[in-house]
């Protein structure tokens, strides 16, 4: 996990991450357009059958807006284009080569 990585994010109107994690600390800026977050945790160990609950309002962050996830921050979140009819951009800033890094999705079942 050698590295800090850095990704641009272009969001179509309306798209969507499913519900994931990244396990390393990271910095996202928008430049462009807003992004809704939801941030989940984990009731139980997910080898336990642990299930997802939102743990928070969704946040949305506009532009010039930055946020921080981490393991100890909460790092289980889903992340959506705020707007159906343009596009959203952001930077994201991982503290990792973030395609090396081992991650999970997750569905709310």
């Given at each position: 996990m050698d590295g800090v990585s850095v990704v641009s994010f272009v969001w179509g109107p309306g798209q969507a991450t499913p519900i994931h994690d990244h396990t390393v600390w990271g910095l996202?800026?928008?430049?462009?357009?807003?992004e809704i977050?939801?941030?989940y945790s984990l009731n139980n160990a997910p080898h336990e059958g642990g299930t997802l609950i939102a743990n928070c309002e969704m946040?949305?962050?506009?532009?010039?807006?930055?946020?921080?996830v981490s393991p100890d921050l909460g790092d289980i979140h889903r992340v959506s284009n705020a707007f159906n009819d343009r596009v959203s951009i952001?930077?994201?800033v991982y503290g990792a080569n973030?395609?090396?890094v081992p991650r999970s999705t997750y569905t709310l079942d």
């Open positions: 996202i800026g928008v430049l462009r357009g807003a977050v939801q941030g946040k949305r962050l506009d532009a010039g807006s930055v946020d921080a952001s930077i994201h973030i395609g090396a």
